[in-house]
């Protein structure tokens, strides 16, 4: 079955906002598109907010910008998370990235790319593609507590 790059971006959401009420937060999805937000959630008594980035592959890679990059700090107080989605297997996997590190490894991640190029992209210039392997964001499986609006157990 072939689905549209579209209802996999769907399913990515709506598995998300499951996972989270799962969990014991609230999350709602968007019918539309807000720059950069898929999702808003917060804890049970709606306490602390956040916005989710989501982003879904069923194979290969994940796909993003690299506007989306930029250096930043680490920041303990972030309230914006990019979650990772593969539908690959019989079920979903999850990684839970802060966005102040997706934004830092996107943007060093380029850097390091244009340097092995000699400061252009290979194939297209003006391309802004950015690809996120599985490797890079390994160590987010499941790290669904970096969210901060989960009961503690």
Known sequence: MRLTSQQVGYA???FVAAEIHRRGGYA???S???KGIDLLASDADHVRKVSIQVKTKRRGDWHASI???RERDENPDEDRFWV???LGDEQPTYR???AWWVENDIYHEHRRYLARHGGRRAVNPKSTHHRIQPSRIAEW???WDVIGI???S
């Open 28 to 30: 709602v999805t968007f």
């Open 150 to 152: 989960f009961p503690k």
């Open 96 to 98: 839970v990235a802060p």
């Open 141 to 143: 499986l499941d790290c």
């Open 12 to 14: 990515g959401e709506h």
């Open 84 to 86: 990772f989605v593969d």
């Open 67 to 69: 506007r989306d990059g």
């Open 32 to 34: 539309g598109n807000m």
